[in-house]
């Protein structure tokens, strides 16, 4: 007889998962594998709400395989680490990101970038090379090979910190390959949510003029007081978008929804790069023209590796960038889901999981 999620590890976990494409998440026991020679196993404390979460629980993408365990913004305490462990030990405060497995032999995984692996094998909804399906952070228990384990700064608070590990590194890396990193220079970001906001941060960390680009007025006061965003275009305004024509020399474009290209390649100045970091289920369209004229790049960039991961979160943690979060138990992810589709939160939902699970 084939095992079932409880019983086919011999550790007892137990999270929130979607079992078909309404999205709604409800409790589910399931189980975790013995803590192996290289294995870091934790406490799950906080966990991020990021959108592919939604995509992915609502099946949008054509991947979903259910039950599904989302979460991959996930920080806790170690519990036990194997015997070959060297990185972490008992007691140490951990992060797991997106990512738990990759090959760790081809060109990719050489040059630190698993995040291009062929191989990867993601925090939660994929086959593991147990042959079982990963689960992610909606849980109360957390076990991972020690490579994917990022270690966690001192001064880092868990809860905000979490969105680090996935809009972080989303983020931080694209608007360091693009060279989109240098003072002076002028970065729009698309869509202020929990990506958006981040970028946001590291770009003005990085000392470049921000312009937000966005489809909620609401957000423009905060954005510019508190966020120190230059310039807020709403993108439903022709005459707002008219005037910044060709003034930006990179886009990063963190919406999750279905829009148009056309604009956004108007904003940048020639030579300019919009960088696709957001996942819509239906394909983006662009016109040729926009393209050749000025000679413009449109790229997309997905996560980070290991490596820039960790020197992400050492940078954020020394530049004091800390992520603007509303933490919430679990049994609010219903509604939360429901919000983040409205683009109703400032700007990340984080799961109090340890509070929600353990506290008993
Ligand atoms: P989010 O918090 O929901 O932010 C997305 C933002 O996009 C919203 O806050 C909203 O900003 C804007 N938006 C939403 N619907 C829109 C529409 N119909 N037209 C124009 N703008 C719209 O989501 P997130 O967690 O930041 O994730 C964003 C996307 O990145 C998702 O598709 C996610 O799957 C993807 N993602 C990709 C990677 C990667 O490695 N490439 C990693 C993580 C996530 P305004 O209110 O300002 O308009
Ligand atoms: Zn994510």
């Given at each position: 007889?084939?095992?079932t999620?409880?019983?086919?590890h011999?550790?007892?976990?137990?999270?929130?998962?979607?079992?078909?494409?309404?999205?709604?998440?409800?409790?589910?026991?399931f189980?975790?594998?013995?803590t192996?020679?290289?294995?870091?196993?934790?406490?799950?404390l906080?966990?991020?709400?990021?959108?592919?979460?939604?995509?992915?629980?609502?099946?949008?993408w054509?991947?979903?395989?259910?039950?599904?365990?989302?979460?991959?913004?996930?920080?806790g305490?170690?519990t036990e680490?194997?015997?070959?462990?060297?990185?972490?030990k008992?007691?140490?405060?951990?992060?797991?990101?997106?990512?738990?497995?990759?090959?760790?032999?081809?060109?990719?995984?050489?040059?630190d970038?698993?995040?291009y692996?062929?191989?990867?094998?993601?925090?939660?909804?994929?086959?593991?090379?147990d042959?079982?399906?990963?689960?992610?952070?909606?849980?109360?228990?957390?076990?991972?090979?020690?490579h994917?384990?990022?270690?966690?700064?001192?001064?880092?608070?868990?809860?905000?910190?979490?969105?680090?590990?996935?809009?972080?590194?989303?983020?931080?890396?694209?608007l360091?390959?693009?060279?989109?990193?240098?003072?002076?220079?002028?970065?729009?970001?698309n869509?202020?949510?929990?990506?958006?906001?981040?970028?946001?941060?590291?770009?003005?960390?990085?000392?470049?003029?921000?312009?937000?680009?966005?489809?909620?007025?609401?957000?423009?006061?905060?954005?510019?007081?508190?966020?120190?965003?230059?310039?807020?275009?709403?993108?439903?305004?022709?005459?707002?978008?008219?005037?910044?024509?060709?003034?930006?020399?990179?886009?990063?474009?963190?919406?999750?929804?279905?829009?148009?290209?056309?604009?956004?390649?108007?904003?940048?100045?020639?030579?300019?790069?919009l960088?696709?970091?957001?996942?819509?289920?239906?394909?983006?369209?662009l016109?040729?023209?926009?393209?050749?004229?000025?000679?413009k790049?449109?790229?997309?960039?997905?996560?980070?590796?290991?490596?820039?991961?960790?020197?992400?979160?050492?940078?954020?943690?020394?530049?004091?960038?800390?992520?603007?979060?509303?933490?919430?138990?679990?049994?609010?992810?219903?509604?939360?889901?429901?919000?983040?589709l409205?683009?109703?939160?400032?700007?990340r939902?984080?799961?109090?999981?340890?509070?929600?699970?353990?506290a008993?």
């Amino acid at each position: 007889m084939a095992k079932t999620p409880e019983t086919e590890h011999p550790v007892k976990a137990f999270g929130w998962a979607a079992r078909d494409n309404s999205g709604t998440l409800s409790p589910f026991n399931f189980s975790r594998r013995d803590t192996g020679e290289r294995d870091v196993q934790f406490k799950v404390l906080y966990c991020g709400v990021c959108h592919s979460g939604l995509h992915m629980v609502k099946n949008e993408w054509g991947v979903t395989h259910y039950p599904v365990v989302p979460g991959h913004e996930i920080v806790g305490v170690v519990t036990e680490v194997g015997s070959k462990v060297e990185k972490v030990k008992a007691g140490d405060k951990v992060g797991v990101g997106v990512i738990v497995g990759s090959c760790r032999q081809c060109d990719q995984c050489s040059n630190d970038l698993e995040n291009y692996c062929s191989k990867q094998i993601l925090t939660y909804g994929a086959p593991y090379i147990d042959g079982t399906i990963t689960r992610g952070g909606y849980s109360n228990i957390m076990v991972a090979d020690e490579h994917f384990i990022i270690r966690w700064p001192e001064n880092l608070p868990l809860d905000a910190g979490a969105p680090l590990l996935c809009a972080g590194i989303t983020t931080y890396s694209p608007l360091r390959y693009y060279g989109l990193d240098k003072p002076g220079l002028s970065v729009g970001v698309n869509g202020l949510g929990g990506l958006g906001h981040v970028a946001v941060k590291f770009a003005k960390a990085f000392g470049t003029k921000v312009t937000v680009i966005s489809t909620s007025l609401g957000k423009k006061k905060e954005a510019i007081e508190h966020l120190g965003v230059d310039e807020f275009l709403v993108s439903s305004d022709p005459q707002q978008m008219q005037a910044a024509v060709g003034t930006l020399d990179g886009i990063i474009d963190t919406v999750s929804a279905e829009h148009p290209l056309v604009p956004l390649m108007s904003l940048l100045k020639p030579h300019g790069k919009l960088i696709v970091v957001g996942a819509p289920e239906k394909p983006l369209q662009l016109h040729a023209f926009s393209l050749i004229q000025g000679r413009k790049t449109v790229a997309g960039s997905a996560i980070g590796g290991m490596k820039e991961t960790q020197e992400m979160i050492d940078f954020a943690a020394k530049k004091n960038i800390i992520p603007d979060v509303e933490v919430i138990p679990i049994d609010y992810i219903n509604t939360a889901m429901d919000r983040l589709l409205k683009s109703d939160v400032k700007y990340r939902f984080v799961i109090d999981v340890n509070k929600s699970f353990n506290a008993h």
